[in-house]
């Protein structure tokens, strides 16, 4: 315990070691066989659970848990006594929690409120909200939503029509279907089953299945997606509720209006991801920061 | 010989029997060992070559080719002795021609200027121009097409931009693409990209393979095609000139004006194709006749 | 017409003829250009449609059909002017037809009331009642059946339980399944789901597509089939009414009591059957000539 | 070592740190840098190793091993001060040991004798005797077993037939095979082939590969089990030994009498096991907990 | 029969029409509803079938036998009154015989002692001595050769070794093979387990499943071929005798010396053929005529 | 710090436990909470983070770095209280680098300069300079080479021809192609594409995707490697300059002289790699020790 820097209420358990540059907040706890170094930054009503290091170079903001045995490093490529000409940035935001005996690499941000599962390799960004387990790590969900299985869950509508979602001004389409022998054909209208003028098509393929897209919110487009081959998973949030919808059929329509944030991941290998959007390109109408989508939603 | 109707020039050759109800055009030659039942009509210029028989029912317009040993038939479900109430109508129209030794199937419709390959079996209708080969016969391709490879062909426009084509108004674009490690996306604008506002889409999906799909034209429509998976092929038609494109990527799209007579087929099994429209549905926009087409594009 | 042997009532059509052993019924019709050799027998009310040639060997039962240009031929390794030590005999057994210019291979028999598609080259011998087509030609269904699916038609029971079928003491039934998350387990009680004591089962599989099995009747068998894998198609026949069903579940099963014929055939690749059986094995108990099925069936 | 309830020769070493409420049993050995909470219970000659911690509600039975850095936890969704109303509850059982840096999820119960493989992550239930490996962990075998395989082992019987294993009773079967053109069959005859009655039988399918079915033992019923497409294991286990068989042939049965305890795991996709029996179902024939069959077993 | 140029002994049947350009030699049989027209050459000892027509253009060789109703044709793209410039030649060669029902489109050769399936429709050239059948018709086998599967057959040797084989000169030879963890390692030594020194090494790939390769003869260079992927068969020819190998593993090597007439086909999508040579490639070692083979043999 | 063995220079942290049988280097770093164990030897320049234990059996050599929580075993089958005979040995060699968390396996070998990745398991010897990841870990990649993929980067010969590489004698060869539409060839002839004469040839195939074949240099003999099916990576490597290839065309040939120290991995399970030899098989020829290597090329 030789830093100076360690606020109110922080309580430090046995065998624990803090170097004098670490700045911890207050209300923390920092259990048994614990180590801090100098380069270190932890905010206030922090947990780290026993036999965790935070290594130069590791910044941990408010609320976040830390598990047992979960280890940091700051150096992607360690050589005995070669130290690199400056420690990689590894930065867990607020909120976010690591699960049990996680492994971080060097240089990754972990999003606001992100669960990192016990036993996981963190090797990349995590994004906010989401959950992520295994070695590497994949996202396997996000906090908060409940998965809509479009296709076979009563809720999507059977007959042609819409329905509302959990989420403020998401709707959930059933699109018109004509199957014969020589094939199948589902189609939208403008300003009728697709509700609002089409100025834009774009279409998402060839998605490796472990990335992710979308995770932004427009200020004044609405969107329309549709899966048409393969399947995707869709996660809107309207910044108080979430939902999580799968959309794995041609007649399968979201609806998401302006101020949405949308996030689109667990693509299949051959998924087609159709949108229609309202309007033409316009680099400005995206919100791609969660806290700021978050505030102008609050504002609202 | 017994035939009354034989018209002027037509000339019959050794050991050919035909029976007094016929009614055969002028130019006509009908080869040795050819049989004519009573309920057929034959039209000028039409060759029968040798071990033909036209039974009661098989009608053949103007300007038909009927190879040796062809075999029509006139019951679907023949037993012997148990005639049925009526003959199934076979139609084989104007300039079609018919293999050596094909087999046609009762109730069947040859459309204009088709052309049965030798030995094929034809089972079903065959559209106009269309090229079949086969047991049962499937389309080979349309006569008087050149098949365009749109993905490989140095004729497909390399960078972002259309191109002519051999047919009236059609163009061929390749569509701007944004390839990174998250996956590939590629879009349309209206009135940019696509050369028209967007009002409808649809799209087509599970064609089995040896469907034929559009055969139609529209008086004002304009169309859009894009083969989002798979594969397809679309052959247009101004009515002139013919070319036949592939379709077989995202990025690549035809643009068909109205008055365009197009035909789609050989889609792969996961093919998805989607259309965009310049306008609602609308059921008189269609023309299904080909001979109408014809004369409406005279008309032009 | 060199023959002395021909029926009362047969017509014989120009250029047809027809050498002095062959012995041809009466009421039959051999149209222009038929061609009949001498080692020939021919039933009563038989069609011979033009351009056909019987072959020494070929002998045709009473009620047959043979359409236009259809082709014999008694050598299965025909070289000029090399005459086998003797030729391969093909008969066509009572009431069965065959479609204009199919082709019949030497030394096949075809079942009675079989059907021969148009265009069809036959291979191999042909069941009764059965329809082929194709090049080499496949069995594509059964005359006089209509094929249920079991797994998605609504005749099948959708609740565990048993329902009548169209044949005389057939059922089919619906077994309970049980789905958790370990996987689905089905089952069958002697005396109970399965109506019958089980004194014996016997599976098959790794059946090529395009055979048949079954193709016989027990006198007091009773058997209970179910399609463990994959997909398969079962005729049964109670010498009146017949029924196709697709076994493609594991909780379908049929039931057929003794003096019923059956029919297995469309087996996919991958096709497991189980039968469970009400008694051991006992090769005195199959009926496995159809013409005797039926002769049994009208003595009780 | 603030803990009174210690066992006599248990050994704590340096760093080592115990909350006063655990309960310790004799002959232990805690390693440096442990740390053991309060609601702990510690079972006799159990191992902890380095750098461990033992959460409140995490219970070791007698004989228990806990490899170096192997991680536990209570919470399996941990926020920074959010302490849930209850931990969850771990139960590692008599005689399991944990592979070094493992990482066990709360709420997760580790059967007698397991063994958890070094740096695996568990996630489910382990059974008795199983070895898992990975992350997540999978079961790879069971302790004490030799795999046999059936398919292609000598030990098998090539020809029709049973031979003796190492488990008392069970019997593996060749069972006869008629292999033609048509396909395959294979049968087995009750009180034949099968050595008993046949009054049952069970189907198997749709086994997602991960789970392990069986996991128990019958006081009366007699049970035959062949997998008539793909492959699984069975391990059979009379208490004292036990065998490991692969089934991967319609004519390979294994024959499990009353009181073996029987494990089926590592299905394929594809794999249908069937199962006859020699009673209809009474549920109150089944032995479900390892340690009532072992205390049946030894009365006998 | 309108023809002077008919030879010695030929038979002409009834309701024959033989246009008087025709040149027939002697010994031939037409048969009944024959028709030869003027550009017409047929050899010797020729059998034509009832119901078959010789157009102008097809040729016809010594001890051709042509079926009954086969059918020819000389316009590959026929329309009424739409005379081509010049007839399409078929060419029909020394004792091939074209089964009951065949088509043989124009333009076509047929090879010496071929065998055309009935109702096959024969699209391109048939090789000497092939067997061809289906629609369109594909190669199934050679004339006189009995199949070998070298990886099931008991003939290919079992352990590392050559044997001799019915072809002159011709050896199978069983690779050593070295199998570990690591994966499995075949070799060959020049002068060793390759009986020449090794100059050339070539690869055949890519080969579609309808091909045939090879054909051709080699005057004085030593071939090794193996077949290191998938499967493709060879059939080994020295002018008298012939016999057909499946080679099919990496570890089975063929060794043809020169004066061997090879033939390789049925190759499996994925197949890959390696050849050593043991000189370097010379366009003017190969002898590609098969006729001209025979004679080199002849000469030796 | 019971030892009495600890070099000049080492720095032992906080909470640190030394047993005093431990032989410990020069100029090392021992951080918090490490626990070395008696038998161990432990090389000069050694970085040892936090949570690290040493144990009996386990030997690092100079210059080796063990990330923070990096967890060894020395027993495989641990059970509480049993004491193997004999603690399996593990061996670091020198330079290599284990990042943070990782967990490595009883009895393993690590060799020099091997990267481990944070979070691995390692359950297998790790061949020198191999980068290793994952659960259980596999090889990604080798220290200091640039992966080439020779099918598309352009550092490939596009024509036929050779070209230098990054390792010293090295050359990759695009080899001639000939495509028509009976397939594709290749070839290469003794001293001319392949630089040098053919004595040998060898195959390699069946290759599990985990496995490393090669490790090893010859003194004299020439080889020529070319993967005819499938795709597999080879790092050649002349002990000053290392470069990893991809092999995956027929076409593509890597030419290495002797000296050069040849790995083969990342086969794909259909990989084919064939193999030309300058020489007959010579047990003498092969550099199997690394170590050795660099000490005959240094020599050199």
Not at 66 to 90: C, K, L
Not at 99 to 112: D, Q, R, S
Not at 191 to 203: G, M
Request: net charge negative; proline share 6%.
């Amino acid at each position: 315990m030789e830093s100076p820097s360690i606020g109110v209420g922080t309580r430090v358990w046995a065998f624990a070691h803090i170097l004098p540059g670490a700045v911890i907040g207050s209300e923390c706890n920092l259990c048994d066989h614990t180590f801090i170094e100098n380069d270190v930054r932890i905010g206030d009503r922090v947990t780290i659970k026993c036999g965790v290091q935070i290594w130069d170079g590791v910044w941990l903001e408010d609320d976040v848990f830390v598990g047992p045995n979960v280890t940091f490093s700051n150096d992607s490529h360690p050589r005995s006594r070669q130290r690199p000409a400056a420690f990689e940035r590894t930065l867990v935001k607020r909120g976010a929690s690591i699960g049990a005996n996680a492994t971080i690499l060097p240089g990754t941000t972990i999003g606001e409120r992100a669960m990192i599962g016990a036993g996981a390799v963190v090797t990349r960004d995590v994004p906010p909200l989401a959950i992520v387990t295994g070695n590497p790590a994949r996202i396997v969900g996000y906090e908060g939503t409940g998965a809509r299985d479009g296709g076979q869950a009563s809720a999507a509508p059977d007959g042609a029509g819409a329905m509302a979602t959990l989420v403020r001004g998401v709707t959930l389409h059933r699109l018109p279907e004509v199957i014969d022998l020589r094939g199948s054909l589902t189609f939208g209208e403008a300003e009728n089953q697709v509700p609002f003028p089409i100025r834009r098509y774009f279409v998402v393929y060839n998605v490796p299945s472990k990335e992710v897209r979308g995770e932004h919110a427009h200020k004044t487009l609405h969107q329309f997606l549709v899966c048409l081959h393969g399947r995707c998973r869709v996660v809107a949030d309207d910044g108080a509720d979430r939902e999580e919808f799968v959309l794995d059929h041609p007649t399968l329509g979201l609806y998401l209006p302006p101020m949405t944030w949308g996030i689109q991941y667990k693509y299949t290998e051959d998924a087609v991801l159709a949108v229609f959007a309202s309007d033409w390109y316009d680099a400005k109408s995206y919100i791609r920061d969660y806290s700021e989508f978050l505030s102008l939603v609050a504002e609202r």
